[in-house]
């Protein structure tokens, strides 16, 4: 436990926090349809407050009606939610850990789908991602919007809640008020600073009137907006000397980003370098005396505790670290820091679940999410058996932990000679490196369970069942295709092959998306990087379709335009004859060609599934997981792993 | 009326020939039929419908195409209370029961797809497990257990899904079943495998009905009317399965939304398929009815279909019946004009969405909250009314506080009711929307309304019960316009489309939506040269929902409008325009003679002072018909003191959302 600061309590008001890591508020999509939280949610929080979380703040709850942008959001207008609430507390207070509730009203960030009331705004400026025109807050509605927050915050007070914070911040009628972009009223919570954050101060004094001076209470602010004509950090800090100059606050938490127009810059993934909001916490902590909470991809405990050192913040918020390892504190506190399931920043299952209306996840976590079902946890067996699996992509690996950690005695064979598949190739590409910390996270897990991997080690059915193995975990992967309409033609590769260097593409190149992730484009920016003039060609309406779940989108169009690369759409491979690509515009049905020198093809791979079939046929315990059952994303070869490898 | 006229479907006999087809509602509890599902089946039961079927359930685990997507096991009670409440009505009621294979979703699962082979999904692009014959005979018996817990339940019986989004299309079809098997050398094999499994699960006195899409709209390796023609009489003529009906639709991976295509797509489109296919099993001595399905929603059209036209034996009217539940029942007492259009818009009854909209209608918001909102109609109110404004939340007031029993005089300031609704429907393809403000304004006179047009209100009039309803202005506008630049909004530019100058012109869309399309098309049709400019990387972003999103990609490539993606509109200047990249920022002039901004609107204010009055639709906030509707109704129900008021606003209070 090198870092020093990271590990010192911290008052908040009236509450002292045993370590300056926070676990801060995010959408999680645990409430029911109905808005009330949930014991997923209890089991979710209590977990990551057993793992050493200094704080956790919980996500929003909706202090109003009128205030229901997605399905799964908590009701805090509701008075039933109180049995919830007091489940949350009650099982993080059993680890001695404080938790505050975020309150909030989305304000014009929203839409009327749900509620079927108009949606309410400081004034008629439609969200650009929810593109609804709301309706202009009377002096009276501002009244029970205050009137709403107080309530809400008396009744998380009475269940148990050790704080409120208030979300002024990213996605919030607060921040509404604040900007310039969406504030164009002419009353007086209007026009100059002080008017536009009149309604902050005032839910300020109502809410502490409401929880009394036994509760923290924080006010969270978005430092930049990155928008046109909205706040910028001189007005953020002016705001924030206006909050500590009200007495009533107890600390500042900070963001970046506005949730609907600049989404990718709030949860950024791996493109965006660790620590990239810390301006914000910084300006701030230099102009108020309060407590500072910084956020922004702060991904492990030394990166934290420099921030603290270097005096940019008091707290740190780790909300995907503490995702993907509940025990993010406790292992680092007790100098296990090497063995932390290291966050990816690849916002697959978390973040990217969210704009889904799905519940959150982890890409390498099967637990999160899952943890009042009992996924992930060990029960061992008194029967150890023999497990031998096949592959150490992903799905193998996480098999072999989920069955060692039942006690199973597991064996992992791999044809290569490095663990990963897939993802090892993937993570090749320099900008989406961290994706290897996937496997590096698995494979530090086995070596603690004591799996024993072997490399180089081809396995075929005969082989197999001479070793005589209780289980057999089948992980074979997938093989690269070749598209239907490439006969074969020379200067045409798979982009696996340009990844493991066995085709080197130079000169012009066209790369084929068919797959619609990171496949097409990661590899697009590898050879544009290497001179090559690259186009990705896709038959759907974009390239890398399903980039913007993960908020990558933005980045791949900005890095895509420095690099040079052309992007084309709505076009269908039909013919490669003699170096021509003859490709369909499907919509006119106009015919087109490229000349390239070379063409990648990213396109669905084909199972390698023999190995399974013939131990079945040779009447072996076997199951199979991952891409030999169908080439998916990690996710799927993780959860299928676990799911294997627990069933043993 | 042939259509009202009784229908033998095996053992039982529907009363009429209306049918409330399969379709997703998201009125489910988890995976449950809820007493949503039942209070939105019992009102079209209650006002005559036919026949209803359920919304499908997944008869295996393996299959959760949708979150709420209803799954066999857990949908005993529910079928129970269904059965139990149409029967009640006279209604027959089957449960439709499915498997989307290769369609689904691995979302909610988190497992593989299973799909007879590893065809990618066209739209996710995610690649199936192809299925193992232990696999294939789980999902026979799958469908079997489920038929014969719905019949064990009460319903009539149940309904095959091997429409747009099946399995067993998947089986059916060359261009997803692959496999040099038994089940791909037979590809009939896998349907009719289950026809059989399920009939010997419910007996002979259950009704079994098949529904077939009959037209993938892929003939390279698809279904086409012909090879469908002869897979239904195979199917049809298997004496161990005795299918008793047939539906007929079209669709497949590659045209998902052509089965319930918008208002783009012709009335009654697949009337002909419909005949093809009867055609066929009559010649083949195999005459079950036939059930014609696809956009059928006016009397007329219906009415011909099962009588002259000899299309169908019966017609499913599902959008209709969402548009007037009591549709039947109108047609009944002889007042077919009566009926509320459907305007096949697809806004809010198009429900498959990750955000689980729950399906409701534009012009009937009550329906699939029929637990939520009081019935309009029901309730007396009296004295007098002022409705200022007569657009579309106007009439709905207007006609809602008149049936209810108020004197209610309507004053709208132009010549002629409709509001921004007549300049919406004035768009290309969007001309079937001008229906409801025709509807609402019979309706009105017919209920005494007292119009008065080309009239403002003054000052003075209101006081009383006033509802005010006066629409919406120019939006602002985020780029700069030098003098001497032509600019127009899409409302002006609708209601003279002639009048825009001559040259290029070039459309700022920046809400994705039906406007700036119908403006780009309706422009492009009268042979002028369009540019439409979109900051999203997709042109018509927010048409997903409807289905129009890639047809109306294709007709605008088609149409030869020039599209410019990620782009920001800048600056208008005399004769040309300054457009910004949105991720480079590099900046680009183009030509254009007049630019239309078809973005959002602002609320008319004209009334903002005004005291004690109830507001509703645009003026609130300018948004859609459905908002306009649906506060427009909740404005007349405050006035007999329903609902409660913000601001002056009727306000819901949804427990279900």
């Known amino acids: 436990m090198a870092e020093r600061l990271l590990w010192s309590p911290l008052r908040i008001g009236p509450v002292t926090v045993a370590n300056r890591v926070v676990f801060s508020a995010h959408l999680t999509n645990y409430a029911t349809q109905d808005g009330l939280p949930s014991e997923q949610h209890a089991a979710y929080y209590a977990e990551r407050a057993a793992g050493g979380a200094g704080l956790i703040i919980t996500e929003e709850h909706s202090t109003h009606p009128t205030d229901w942008p997605y399905e799964k959001l908590i009701h805090g207008f509701k008075p039933e939610v109180l049995d919830g609430y007091r489940r949350i507390t009650d099982a993080v207070h059993a680890h001695n850990t404080p938790i505050f509730a975020q309150l909030n009203h989305n304000g014009g960030q929203a839409s009327s789908m749900f509620s079927r009331n108009p949606v309410w705004a400081p004034s008629p400026v439609a969200d650009p991602l929810f593109r609804e025109v709301p309706k202009a807050v009377s002096r009276a509605e501002i009244a029970e919007i205050i009137e709403g927050y107080a309530t809400v915050a008396a009744r998380c007070a009475a269940g148990g809640f050790d704080g409120i914070e208030l979300q002024c911040s990213h996605s919030s009628i607060v921040r509404g008020f604040l900007s310039p972009a969406t504030n164009r009223r002419i009353d007086d919570y209007g026009g100059t600073l002080v008017n536009r954050a009149r309604l902050l101060l005032e839910l300020v004094d109502a809410v502490r009137h409401a929880i009394g001076p036994g509760l923290a209470l924080g006010v969270r602010l978005c430092g930049d907006e990155l928008i046109e004509g909205g706040t910028t950090i001189e007005e953020a800090v002016e705001v924030a000397r206006m909050v500590e100059a009200t007495g009533q606050v107890d600390y500042i938490n900070t963001s970046i980003g506005v949730a609907t127009a600049t989404l990718f810059m709030i949860e950024a993934s791996m493109h965006i370098t660790p620590g990239y909001a810390t301006f914000i916490p910084s300006a701030i902590r230099a102009a108020v005396g309060l407590p500072v909470v910084g956020v922004g991809r702060f991904k492990d405990p030394i990166q934290a505790e420099r921030a603290l050192e270097d005096g940019h913040c008091d707290l740190v918020g780790v909300v995907r670290g503490q995702i993907a390892d509940a025990e993010f504190v406790a292992k680092a506190r007790s100098g296990h820091t090497d063995d932390t399931r290291l966050c990816l920043s690849c916002n697959q299952e978390c973040v990217g679940r969210m704009g889904l209306n799905r519940w959150l996840g982890c890409i390498e976590n099967p637990r999160t999410g899952r943890e009042s079902q009992g996924v992930g946890k060990a029960r061992l067996t008194r029967a150890p058996r023999e497990v031998l699996v096949v592959g150490a992509g992903p799905a193998g690996l996480q098999a072999a932990i989920a069955a060692a950690r039942n006690g199973h005695r597991v064996t992992v064979c791999e044809r290569e000679g490095q663990p990963g598949g897939q993802v090892r190739l993937a993570a090749s590409v320099p900008n989406r490196a961290e994706l290897g910390d996937l496997v590096r996270n698995q494979v530090s897990e086995c070596r603690r369970l004591g799996v024993e991997i072997c490399f180089g080690v081809t396995l075929d059915s005969a082989e197999v069942v001479r070793r005589r193995p209780d289980k057999v975990v089948v992980a074979t992967g997938a093989v690269a295709a070749r598209p239907w309409w490439a006969g074969d033609a020379p200067n045409l590769c798979d982009i696996r092959e340009v990844l493991e260097g066995v085709a080197a593409p130079s000169g012009s190149v066209v790369v084929i998306d068919e797959i619609g992730f990171h496949h097409a484009t990661s590899v697009a920016e590898l050879l544009a990087d290497r001179g090559c003039e690259v186009e990705v060609i896709a038959s759907g309406m974009v390239v890398g379709q399903d980039l913007g779940i993960t908020l990558d989108m933005e980045t791949w169009w900005i890095r895509a335009g420095a690099k040079g690369i052309a992007q084309s759409t709505e076009l269908v491979p039909m013919a490669l004859v003699e170096g021509v690509l003859q490709l369909q515009h499907h919509p006119t049905g106009q015919m087109v060609e490229r000349t390239p020198d070379w063409i990648v093809c990213a396109v669905p791979a084909v199972p390698a599934e023999q190995l399974y079939f013939e131990l079945r046929a040779a009447g072996l315990d076997v199951d199979r997981v991952g891409d030999c059952v169908a080439p998916r994303r990690a996710h799927a070869a993780v959860i299928e792993g676990e799911r294997a490898g627990a069933a043993v | ?657």
């Open chain 2, 1 to 657: 009326m042939k259509l009202l006229s009784p229908l033998a479907i095996g053992p039982a006999t529907a009363r009429n020939r209306v049918f409330f087809g399969a379709h997703e509602t998201n009125l489910g509890a988890g995976r449950a039929l809820s007493e949503r599902h039942v209070a939105y089946y019992r009102r079209r039961a209650a006002a005559g419908v036919g026949m209803i079927v359920v919304e499908d359930a997944s008869v295996h685990p393996s299959d959760w195409p949708y979150e709420r997507a209803p799954l066999a096991t857990e949908c005993s009670q529910g079928w129970a209370a269904i059965a139990a409440a149409c029967h009640g009505e006279g209604s027959l009621v089957l449960a439709g029961l499915s498997h989307a294979g290769g369609q689904g979703s691995s979302a909610y699962s988190q497992g593989p797809l299973w799909a007879p082979s590893r065809v990618p999904e066209v739209n996710t692009r995610e690649v199936p497990k192809w299925m193992e014959p232990e696999d294939i005979a789980a999902v026979v018996e799958g469908f079997a257990a489920a038929a014969a817990a719905a019949v064990a339940a009460g319903c009539d019986g149940v309904q095959v899904n091997a429409g747009q989004h099946s399995l067993v299309r998947q089986f059916l079809s060359g261009l997803t079943n692959q496999r040099d098997d038994e089940w791909g050398g037979d590809r009939l094999r896998f349907a009719g495998d289950v026809l059989v499994a399920i009939r010997s699960a419910i007996g002979p006195d259950a009704v079994l009905s098949l529904r077939l899409s009959c037209d993938e709209l892929a003939p390279w390796a698809g279904l086409t009317p012909e090879s469908a023609a002869q897979v239904a009489v195979a199917l049809v003529s298997e004496p161990d399965a005795r299918v008793d009906t047939l539906t007929v639709v079209r669709g497949s991976i590659f045209s998902v939304a052509a089965t319930r295509p918008d208002g783009h797509t012709e009335a009654g489109f697949n009337l002909d398929l419909a005949a093809t296919i009867r055609d066929a099993l009559s010649a083949a001595g195999t005459p079950v009815p036939v059930i014609a399905q696809g956009s059928i929603v006016d009397i007329g059209q219906a009415e011909w279909a099962v009588g002259d036209g000899a299309r169908a034996d019966g017609v499913e009217m599902t959008r209709a019946l969402l548009a007037d539940a009591e549709l039947v029942a109108k047609v009944a007492a002889g007042a077919p004009e009566r009926v509320r259009p459907c305007l096949l818009c697809n806004q809010t009854c198009s429900v498959r969405d990750a955000r689980n909209p729950i399906v409701t209608c534009v012009v009937d918001p009550r329906s699939g909250h029929e637990l939520d909102d009081p019935d309009e109609s029901v309730g007396r109110g009296s004295g007098d009314v002022l409705v200022i404004g007569g657009g579309v939340a106007g009439m709905e007031a207007a006609r809602v506080a008149a049936r209810r029993g108020h004197n209610v005089r309507l004053v709208e300031r132009s010549d002629r009711l409709g509001g921004a609704l007549r300049t919406a429907a004035s768009g290309s393809g969007r001309e079937r929307l001008a229906a409801i403000a025709e509807w609402l304004e019979s309706e009105c006179r017919d209920a005494g309304v007292v119009i008065e047009l080309g009239r403002s209100a003054s000052p003075e009039e209101l006081s009383g019960d006033v509802v005010v309803a006066v629409g919406s202005v120019q939006g602002g506008r985020e780029y700069t316009v030098t003098r001497a630049a032509v600019v127009r909004s899409a409302a002006e530019l609708l209601a003279a489309p002639e009048a825009a100058p001559q040259g290029d012109v070039l459309i700022w869309d920046p809400i994705g939506g039906p406007i700036g399309i119908s403006v780009a098309e309706l422009l492009a049709s009268k042979g002028r040269s369009v540019h439409l400019v979109t900051p999203d990387n997709i042109v018509g972003n927010e048409l997903s929902r409807s289905g129009d999103l890639a047809p109306a990609n294709a007709r605008l490539h088609q149409a030869g409008v020039q599209l410019h993606r990620r782009s920001i509109l800048r600056a208008v200047k005399k004769g040309s325009v300054e457009l910004e990249d949105r991720f480079s920022g590099e900046r680009r002039t183009l030509r254009a003679a007049v630019v239309v901004d078809a973005g959002h609107r602002l609320p008319d204010t004209t009334f903002d002072a005004a005291v004690g009055v109830v507001r509703a639709g645009d003026c609130v906030a300018p948004r859609t018909i459905h908002e306009a509707i649906l506060e427009g109704r909740r404005a007349a129900l405050a006035l007999d003191g329903i609902g409660r008021l913000s601001d002056g606003v009727p306000m819901g209070s949804s427990q279900h959302g």
